[in-house]
């Protein structure tokens, strides 16, 4: 066999493993992000966000989607320009399947003005990239790629704010969430706290699960829970103060409210950062 045509069917490999990455992708969109493509409020919210929120949350999802890549892209990323360029392809990918999929469900008609049409599309393009770039870790073969990558602690911290992120989307948006914020005393938001930290640590050390961390019989219990696990909790409770701000839902509640609220919002942003720790 020649040099030209072994080069040839290495091309050939790289450009069929990109497509399937791009399947996997499409269909990790549809996957993670179709509860909030059939979501009320994300439709509304498309509409009548102030559009310099709505900017910055899709400005903020570049750099985001960048990390993931380098991590997790549709190939073997070697340097931060491929991992950019799959960042590019995810976003499309979002966009193209939020435009499908809305105007499938009717909620994209010609008689709505540019600014309504581009408002629901960038909202749920975001949540759409990040399935579709989750979607190669989830939904691929893992025999497809088995050298994993060392993530410092700054990257673990940054994936784990993903995860919080991505399930946050879910919640911030809906009414249900700023209900249970009104019923619940700070008791109860003391005890929802204690509860996501315990589900953080127990998920990610304790109940083995595949992509979970053992710790070593001389790793005393309290190091992982100092150096991640708590760490950790108050990334997911950031993340749910920016995603409430985003989504206008602090408003002008009063200093224990909004505690409150973040720290309901920080449950299940919680899981997810623990998530993030599982599968990426």
């Known amino acids: 066999m020649t040099d030209q045509t072994a080069s040839a069917e290495d091309d050939q490999s790289e450009f069929s493993r990109f497509i399937t990455g791009l399947g996997r992708g499409v269909a990790g969109a549809l996957f993670f992000a179709l509860p909030m493509l059939m979501t009320m409020e994300m439709w509304y919210l498309g509409f009548y966000m102030a559009r310099e929120r709505l900017l910055l949350l899709f400005i903020l999802n570049i750099p985001l989607l960048v990390v993931l890549a380098h991590r997790i892209g549709f190939e073997k990323t070697v340097s931060w320009r ?88 879910n919640i911030a948006p809906t009414d249900e969430m700023m209900v249970l914020a009104y019923k619940m005393t700070i008791w109860h938001a003391l005890v929802v706290s204690l509860l996501s930290i315990a589900l953080m640590h127990g998920l990610v050390y304790a109940v083995s699960f595949i992509g979970g961390h053992e710790l070593s019989p001389e790793t005393p219990w309290w190091h992982a829970f100092m150096r991640f696990t708590l760490p950790g909790y108050v990334v997911a409770l950031a993340v749910s103060v920016l995603a409430l701000w985003i989504f206008e839902r602090l408003g002008d509640s009063s200093a224990i409210e909004i505690m409150v609220s973040v720290i309901v919002l920080g449950f299940p942003s919680a899981l997810g950062a623990a998530g993030a720790r599982l599968i990426l």
């Open 82 to 169: 491929d991992a950019a360029r799959d960042a590019v392809v995810a976003y499309g990918i979002g966009i193209l399947t939020s435009v499908i999929v809305l105007a499938a469900l009717g909620l994209l008609r010609g008689d709505m003005s540019a600014s309504e049409l581009i408002g629901k599309i960038a909202l749920q393009s975001v949540p759409a990239s990040i399935g579709a770039m989750l979607g190669r870790s989830q939904l691929g073969n893992k025999d497809d790629d088995t050298e994993e990558k060392a993530t410092p602690y700054h990257s673990e911290l940054f994936l784990m704010g993903t995860g919080a992120l991505f399930l946050s989307l």
